[in-house]
């Protein structure tokens, strides 16, 4: 099957919880699947039979989670082999994974920030097109939501512009994550998606977060997509334009219908700002 991604097109997280509803779901349901390869590399049995047919039913893009590319330790080079396996078995055209950094001494099971510096912005990029060549491939990286902030000597989103430039690859632009770090840090959305740099964006994420009684803005992926979340979406396809877009749900999984719901209005978003002849 042919597995490129059309830039008007809508996917879903695959998760293990959704398995049985995936795979007796309608052909066109969906565009694309996302799986993180790192929860799939050298898995066999039924999973690995159920992502093989999911996998050859619709294109799958993948996401990854442990590569650290912001951390201090090597990067892993038997982790980029097994990828990279993992992405030409699967025919995967758009591979991701986060601007940030994940390990220290051991895995530590979250995202961590970068500080924005120019240091980090050379050692992050560096990083970066090493994993590209070992790869062999481009990828985008995705701006990641946070709580702490490190030293800042830049603002996040020059800081996002010079990696992306200095380690020539693309963003995974994450909408959700920006709606929770714009009101969590008080930076204007606007001015933020002003200094991206429109080539470069390769696809959206969205997804749902949870507002705390004390106004905090909590990135959880386990509730539908907010309305200002949505709105960024449209902001940002007026911007940059129409591009693969995945609706993330981790947790608090509710049935199928409710996810295809969000999807579908993904592809009616992206048809209102697609011509009819270029969406076909």
Known sequence: MDTTLNACSAGLGLRRGLLPELLAMDAGAVDFLECAPDNWIGVGGRYGEALA?????????AHGLSLSLGGTAPLDTQLLRRTREFLDRHGVALYSEHLSYCTDDGHLYDLMPIPFTEEAIGHVAARIRQAQDALGRRIAVENVSYYAAPYQALSEADFIAAVLAEADCDLLLDLNNLSVNAHNHGYPVGEFLDRL??????SYHIAGHYDDAEGLKIDTHTAAVREDAWALLGEAYRRFGVRPTVLERDFNLPPLAELLGETERIRAMQRAFVP????A
């Open 53 to 61: 047919e999911l996998s050859a039913r619709w294109p799958i893009s």
């Open 197 to 202: 740099p429109r080539g470069r964006i390769a």
């Open 276 to 279: 009819v002849a270029e969406a």
